[in-house]
């Protein structure tokens, strides 16, 4: 995993919110696995950002992790979520559910705890692309892999990324490499076994 934060000019549409206290948070993220710790690092990164005029939509399952935080830094707002589906992990992620705002002018942010690989957050903005054509994307997440970094900035031209950590790793799977815990589950408060279904594509365990 990336130890510590820090500032990288790789892209202009790329921007990192390098923060101690996020580093301090992180490690003991690692050790004690609380969605308390998940919601201050949330907290570490909005009060950064500018937030003005932004209507998160937060991606199920993870980003719920950062609704509280968002609105403790920014205020209560207009905001939306969206559920991303996938019979496999191995698979390419389908939007099986999303309600937002249709804000005027709208800046919309793509919340979510992580981007590993990118698919799934990549499955979001062509969802967004043909519901709300012309509006800015934008995505946020603490974590940011290489690989989704990479993956966002070469298919999502308009698209700002948001993170404190850009430089994380990803295993053969595309999953991020360190955490040894779902965040998805840990949001859920749930290690064990989920029941998981959709209407237009059936269930998984």
Same mark, same amino acid.
């Given at each position: 995993m990336q130890e510590i934060s820090y500032p990288e000019k790789i892209d202009p549409r790329l921007h990192i919110y390098p923060s101690q206290e996020a580093d301090r948070l992180k490690s003991r993220l690692l050790e004690?696995?609380?969605?308390?710790?998940? /919601?201050?690092?949330?907290?570490?990164?909005?009060?950064?950002?500018?937030?003005?005029?932004?209507? =998160?939509?937060?991606?199920l399952r993870g980003g719920l992790a950062l609704k509280d935080a968002y609105v403790e830094a920014a205020g209560f707002g207009p905001a939306g979520v969206i559920v991303p589906w996938r019979a496999r992990h191995t698979e390419d992620?389908?939007?099986?559910?999303?309600?937002? =705002?249709?804000?005027?002018?709208?800046?919309?942010?793509?919340? /979510?705890?992580?981007?590993?690989s990118g698919r799934t957050i990549i499955a979001c903005l062509q969802a967004l692309r043909v519901r709300v054509p012309g509006a800015r994307v934008d995505v946020v997440a603490p974590f940011l892999a290489t690989a989704g970094r990479e993956r966002v900035i070469a298919d999502a031209a308009d698209t700002h990324i948001h993170c404190v950590w850009h430089a994380e790793d990803v295993d053969g799977d595309?999953?991020?490499?360190?955490?040894?815990? /779902?965040?998805?589950?840990?949001?859920?408060?749930?290690?064990g076994r989920h029941l998981v279904w959709s209407g237009e594509r059936g269930e998984r365990a």
């Open positions: 004690h696995h609380e969605t308390g710790i998940l /919601d201050a690092i949330g907290r570490e990164l909005f009060t950064r950002m500018d937030t003005a005029g932004l209507v =998160p939509i937060f991606v992620p389908t939007v099986s559910y999303a309600s937002l =705002p249709v804000v005027p002018g709208a800046r919309y942010a793509l919340v /979510d705890t992580l981007i590993a595309g999953r991020m490499v360190g955490p040894g815990f /779902d965040v998805g589950d840990l949001v859920l408060g749930w290690q």
